[in-house]
């Protein structure tokens, strides 16, 4: 690899800060997200968060106190040696209810701190704009990104922390998971719906706002900044057809488009004419205003980044699709290849080789993997310690076919931060059980624990691994 190749760990506001009220911080859609039965309900937009019970359990008020724990969190992770580390801004820790004029300075000075932290230890930051995460009040008040409204309280949200930032962040990610926004609405994009609504119609038509968004975002960053460079995020893994029956093939590459759709735009600069043709057929063209197309096109991402957690798979047999698994809120069916992780998420490695191909293939820009890792359960050994040799087998794996990736197959690829290189609350379930982290956290499902960091086996391993620069992977 490179010597300027960029390895670190990734994590999410609302995944591990916690002081959901604290610093003038607004309440932010994930802060309504229970844990529980009703978590899903309410992700995908289809139940009303304020007809929660009162004794709901919210994962994201305390979460993992990163809030109050940062300097000694990102002290193990400069112990590691990490070259950067992404995580991200909450916008109503900067705009409480997302339309104030003026940011929130508490706000802004923490994240100011946090990232001289990291700048002490010489940690690139890579920031996440906007991560699951939207300022409640722009839900009630516009229905979030329904509305084109949303695109300018975006861009003033940019605007403070571009200028604030200048010279300090070089790595911006305008929206995470862009594509989450068709599968978990409200996780996604803070969208609810209304009995009888089309969803897909609504769901593009916020997808159009969320993309005009991104494109003035890089526009805005390049005018303050001229050296930053910002990048769109994909939840990745391609679809393989479950047998070499055309049927099967065809079907994967629709399912491929559904998930490339937005990054077409934002790498390319305009939709897919799949796309459009799409729109015309099942009624849901976006509403565009005049100029829309051109702004698109003049601003797209300098880079693109990925999270890549397991390849799908994919078929038109009823038979094999009773055999549909859950991975990554993407339905696939069960490749009979592939281990599957304790949650059900198939384990592939080569398919980490064929994404960064086939995304470097279509695109031909810069690519970033900015999460990758095993949620796993750990267990606490007689010696106090925690030897997750599982989590070392995965990534060791998949480092492997990255480093063939770019070394065999020529993919340029800026960096490399596996998903909670702290344990945290897990996005899909909300449990604390399921961990990615190099570092243990003690903190149980239900809220419990001390909050004590502990170094994993994996801890050690992966330091060996950012020292030697990816060469010593035993
Ligand atoms: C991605 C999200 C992350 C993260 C990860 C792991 O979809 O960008 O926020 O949580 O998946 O998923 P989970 O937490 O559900 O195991």
């Not at 690899?1 to 911080?25: D, I, P, R, S, V």
């Not at 057809?241 to 790498?267: H, L, M, T």
């Not at 957690?309 to 993407?330: E, I, Q």
């Given at each position: 690899?490179?010597?300027?190749?960029?390895?670190?760990?990734?994590?999410?506001?609302?995944?591990?800060?916690?002081?959901?009220?604290?610093?003038?911080?607004?309440?932010?859609?994930?802060?309504?997200?229970?844990?529980?039965?009703?978590?899903?309900?309410?992700?995908?937009?289809?139940?009303?968060?304020?007809?929660?019970?009162?004794?709901?359990?919210?994962?994201?008020?305390?979460?993992?106190?990163?809030?109050?724990?940062?300097?000694?969190?990102?002290?193990?992770?400069?112990?590691?040696?990490?070259?950067?580390?992404?995580?991200?801004?909450?916008?109503?820790?900067?705009?409480?209810?997302?339309?104030?004029?003026?940011?929130?300075?508490?706000?802004?000075?923490?994240?100011?701190?946090?990232?001289?932290?990291?700048?002490?230890?010489?940690?690139?930051?890579?920031?996440?704009?906007?991560?699951?995460?939207?300022?409640?009040?722009?839900?009630?008040?516009?229905?979030?990104?329904?509305?084109?409204?949303?695109?300018?309280?975006?861009?003033?949200?940019?605007?403070?922390?571009?200028?604030?930032?200048?010279?300090?962040?070089?790595?911006?990610?305008?929206?995470?998971?862009?594509?989450?926004?068709?599968?978990?609405?409200?996780?996604?994009?803070?969208?609810?719906?209304?009995?009888?609504?089309?969803?897909?119609?609504?769901?593009?038509?916020?997808?159009?706002?969320?993309?005009?968004?991104?494109?003035?975002?890089?526009?805005?960053?390049?005018?303050?900044?001229?050296?930053?460079?910002?990048?769109?995020?994909?939840?990745?893994?391609?679809?393989?057809?479950?047998?070499?029956?055309?049927?099967?093939?065809?079907?994967?590459?629709?399912?491929?488009?559904?998930?490339?759709?937005?990054?077409?735009?934002?790498?390319?600069?305009?939709?897919?004419?799949?796309?459009?043709?799409?729109?015309?057929?099942?009624?849901?063209?976006?509403?565009?205003?005049?100029?829309?197309?051109?702004?698109?096109?003049?601003?797209?991402?300098?880079?693109?980044?990925?999270?890549?957690?397991?390849?799908?798979?994919?078929?038109?047999?009823?038979?094999?699709?009773?055999?549909?698994?859950?991975?990554?809120?993407?339905?696939?069916?069960?490749?009979?290849?592939?281990?599957v992780s304790q949650w059900g998420w198939?384990i592939?490695?080569?398919?980490?080789?064929?994404?960064?191909?086939?995304?470097?293939?279509?695109?031909?820009?810069?690519?970033?993997?900015?999460?990758?890792g095993l949620g796993a359960i750990d267990e606490i050994s007689?010696?106090?310690k925690i030897h997750d040799s599982y989590r070392i087998t995965y990534?060791?794996?998949?480092?492997?076919?990255?480093?063939?990736?770019?070394?065999?197959?020529?993919?340029?690829?800026?960096?490399?931060?596996?998903?909670g290189?702290?344990d945290l609350v897990s996005?899909s379930t909300g449990e604390m059980k399921k961990r990615y982290g190099?570092?243990y956290v003690d903190k149980d499902n239900e809220?419990?624990g001390?909050?004590?960091?502990?170094?994993k086996d994996s801890?050690?391993?992966?330091?060996?691994?950012?020292?030697?620069?990816?060469?010593?992977?035993?």
């Amino acid at each position: 690899m490179n010597k300027h190749f960029l390895w670190g760990g990734a994590t999410a506001a609302n995944q591990c800060e916690g002081g959901y009220l604290e610093g003038g911080k607004g309440l932010g859609s994930v802060d309504v997200i229970p844990a529980g039965p009703n978590r899903f309900p309410v992700m995908k937009g289809e139940m009303d968060y304020h007809t929660l019970p009162k004794d709901s359990f919210y994962p994201s008020h305390e979460a993992i106190d990163m809030y109050h724990n940062y300097k000694e969190d990102i002290a193990l992770f400069a112990e590691m040696g990490f070259k950067c580390y992404r995580f991200s801004f909450s916008w109503s820790r900067i705009f409480p209810t997302g339309q104030e004029e003026k940011p929130n300075e508490e706000g802004l000075l923490f994240y100011e701190n946090f990232i001289d932290e990291l700048l002490k230890y010489n940690i690139e930051p890579v920031v996440t704009i906007c991560h699951f995460d939207v300022p409640l009040a722009l839900e009630e008040q516009y229905d979030s990104w329904k509305s084109r409204s949303m695109i300018d309280c975006y861009l003033r949200y940019c605007n403070a922390i571009f200028r604030r930032f200048r010279g300090k962040v070089k790595y911006w990610i305008t929206f995470n998971e862009i594509n989450m926004l068709l599968h978990l609405p409200f996780m996604g994009a803070g969208i609810r719906f209304a009995e009888g609504e089309n969803q897909d119609k609504i769901k593009y038509q916020a997808a159009h706002h969320e993309l005009i968004a991104s494109a003035l975002a890089v526009k805005l960053a390049h005018e303050i900044d001229p050296d930053c460079m910002v990048g769109c995020m994909l939840a990745a893994g391609n679809f393989y057809p479950y047998s070499c029956n055309p049927a099967d093939v065809w079907d994967g590459i629709k399912k491929d488009r559904e998930n490339y759709f937005f990054i077409d735009v934002q790498a390319r600069g305009e939709y897919g004419c799949y796309a459009w043709k799409q729109f015309e057929q099942n009624g849901v063209c976006p509403h565009m205003e005049e100029g829309d197309l051109e702004i698109l096109k003049s601003h797209t991402v300098d880079f693109i980044s990925f999270s890549y957690y397991s390849s799908r798979c994919t078929s038109t047999d009823p038979k094999v699709l009773k055999g549909a698994t859950a991975g990554n809120v993407m339905k696939s069916v069960r490749n009979p290849y592939l281990n599957v992780s304790q949650w059900g998420w198939q384990i592939d490695p080569l398919g980490l080789r064929i994404t960064l191909n086939t995304l470097y293939d279509r695109y031909q820009k810069p690519l970033f993997i900015v999460e990758n890792g095993l949620g796993a359960i750990d267990e606490i050994s007689e010696d106090g310690k925690i030897h997750d040799s599982y989590r070392i087998t995965y990534l060791r794996e998949h480092i492997r076919t990255m480093k063939l990736a770019v070394e065999e197959d020529g993919v340029e690829l800026l960096g490399y931060t596996p998903w909670g290189c702290i344990d945290l609350v897990s996005a899909s379930t909300g449990e604390m059980k399921k961990r990615y982290g190099f570092i243990y956290v003690d903190k149980d499902n239900e809220g419990h624990g001390t909050l004590t960091r502990s170094r994993k086996d994996s801890f050690y391993w992966y330091k060996k691994v950012i020292a030697s620069n990816g060469e010593d992977l035993e």
